[in-house]
């Protein structure tokens, strides 16, 4: 489990994402053709390397 810091960081991201894949769906913005695994696999990486780095992160999982 992520701190609130971490989760709010995690639930900004995800909404900027997904404003980019709806403006690539509605053909306002055409960028770089990726796939939207290839982006949760990125986001994935990122939340968790946030929380490993992340002091209050780490004193709620030793409980």
Do not use: D, H, P, R
Not at 17 to 44: D, H, M, P
Request: some cysteine.
């Amino acid at each position: 489990m992520c701190c609130e810091k971490c989760s709010k960081m995690t639930g900004a991201l995800v909404l900027i994402i997904g404003i980019i894949f709806l403006l690539g769906n509605l053909k306002v913005w055409n960028f770089w053709g990726i796939q939207w695994y290839t982006v949760a696999f990125i986001l994935g990486g990122f939340t968790m390397l946030g929380s490993s780095c992340c002091k209050e992160c780490k004193v709620s999982k030793k409980k």
